[in-house]
């Protein structure tokens, strides 16, 4: 989480509470609230702006953030929190100014209290419980500035540099903006790029292009197997990959086609054949070489398809499977994956573990790896900070295209439900775009 959740006074950051306010825009001070306002704010104040929007007196920002105090179900969890910062920053921070923030799985797992990584509840917020704000991606704008915090100016998009920032958020007063924040765009700024590809480029696109190249290179094979020449090689290493109309999975057909890898994608059959067509046919135009729906892939006929319709009769290695579902669809990743080859587990959608296979462990001298963006991010934060840029070129020059959304506008007036509930939506699948929090009059 932001450091405005960190190990500062809320009377030093300049944070105030006050009520959450869920059905109406009026706004009062807590008990508690006011006991934390009392040395900025005449007591009276809450009572001469009963509708405020941004800015309050004395320059105070008033903001709004989904909190959550105990894990759970997010809309059993989650409750909206308003609270005001002050407008005199410490040295060394920026308050931001949210322009959009995606909804994924992780997130939901974080506020389940599944995910690996579990936030810590903080009382600085002002809320009535100690509190932790969901959400790790998002783009912000720079507000304003405090002293000594050099490579920021206002009007900057930046974005967090490391996990569990906490997105889900109008606003957010950043301390040591330097290493908790990435700014956007080098020298280009963020010419010919939107606040949501921004917003999503640091998880999914990211994790696709580091399984991509971090286990098999298959950039490497692609261009000895055409060396050979001879052999008849028809075009770049293939990959196989499972929930690949996911954010990740688009990721890495764009990722793959650039980089002339050819990929074999795995998705779950829609309502309607028509709607199935449609999809195969969408992946298809973003790069994909071959799609197929998972009752194709769970067929017994699938090994032979395999041979006989893509891989010149097994010819042409499958030596990368990227995991994203689990179960069954694991299962039979395993069975298609050649000899020698690497499946890497970066999620578990279909909630259902898969058996590491002894036989083809040994027979097959398959390895199983796991894949954790945060983790790796820790490592290499240079090179997360590359790869970020270099997607950003992609999406600049149209070469990559950011997954479909489904747009919840997060207004001052916005209800807490709407935004408990497309919290909540997110991991029941069939969904025709990545939820994403796009931010309007706040
Ligand atoms: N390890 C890491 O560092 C890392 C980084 C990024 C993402 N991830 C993981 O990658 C996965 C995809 O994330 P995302 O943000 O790209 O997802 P997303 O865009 O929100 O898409 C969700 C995907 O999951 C599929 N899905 C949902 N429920 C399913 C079920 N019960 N069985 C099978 N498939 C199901 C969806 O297929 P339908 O359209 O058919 O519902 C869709 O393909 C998640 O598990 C996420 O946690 C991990």
């Known amino acids: 989480m932001a450091s405005v959740l960190g190990r500062p006074s809320p009377l030093r950051l300049g944070l105030v509470a006050r009520r959450t306010t869920t059905t109406t825009n009026t706004i009062a001070a807590t008990a508690s609230g006011s006991r934390v306002l009392s040395p900025f704010l005449p007591s009276s104040t809450h009572n001469c702006y009963p509708r405020r929007y941004k800015s309050g007196p004395y320059g105070y920002t008033l903001a709004k953030t989904l909190v959550f105090s105990r894990f759970g179900e997010p809309k059993d969890v989650l409750s909206l929190h308003t609270h005001s910062i ?73 974005i967090p540099a490391t996990s569990g920032f906490g997105t889900f958020r109008t606003h957010a007063l950043v301390e040591d903006a330097a290493r908790q924040l990435i700014r956007i765009g080098g020298e280009k700024g963020t010419e010919g790029l939107s606040a949501k590809q921004v917003a999503t480029v640091s998880v999914n696109p990211c994790s696709a292009y580091r399984m991509l190249k971090d286990y098999v290179d298959l950039v490497d094979l692609s261009v000895k197997s055409f060396a050979r020449g001879g052999d008849g090689a028809t075009g770049g290493a293939w990959f196989l990959q499972n ?30 054949p028509e709607e199935t067509e449609a999809l195969k046919k969408e992946l298809q135009e973003l790069g994909a070489t071959v799609v197929v729906t998972e009752d194709e892939f769970l067929d017994r006929s ?25 179960g069954k669809s694991a299962s039979a990743m395993v069975k298609a994956l050649s000899p020698g080859g690497c499946m890497v587990t970066y999620g578990g959608m279909s909630r259902q573990s898969f058996p590491f296979p002894t036989g083809p462990q040994i027979f097959k001298r398959l390895r199983f790896e796991g894949f954790w963006l945060s983790e790796w991010a820790k490592e290499h934060p240079t090179e997360k900070r590359n790869t970020i840029n270099e997607i950003l070129e992609h999406m600049r020059n149209g070469r990559f295209k950011e997954a479909p959304f489904q747009e919840v506008e997060w207004g001052w007036d916005t209800e807490e439900k709407v935004l408990k509930d497309a919290v909540q939506g997110t991991l029941e699948g069939f969904r025709s775009g990545k939820g994403i929090f796009v931010f309007g009059d706040t």
Do not use: H
Request: hydrophobic content about 40%.
């Open 243 to 272: 929930g690949a109309n996911s954010g990740v999975g688009r990721s890495a057909i764009q990722l793959g086609r650039l980089w002339g890898l050819r990929s074999i994608n795995v998705i779950r059959e829609r309502a309607t």
């Open 302 to 326: 699938f090994s032979a398809r395999l041979k006989e319709e893509w891989t010149r009769g097994g010819r042409e290695p499958v030596l990368l499977g990227l995991n994203c579902v689990g």
């Open 86 to 158: 002050s407008p005199t920053l410490p040295d060394g921070a920026v308050l931001l100014r949210a322009l959009a923030a995606p909804v994924n799985p992780a997130d939901v797992n974080t506020i389940q209290g599944t995910y690996g990584a579990k936030p810590s509840f903080s009382p600085l917020l002002g809320t009535p419980e100690p509190a932790a704000v969901p959400g790790n991606e998002g783009c912000f704008e720079v507000v304003s500035v405090g002293a000594q915090t050099p490579g920021l100016a206002r009007g900057d998009w930046v």
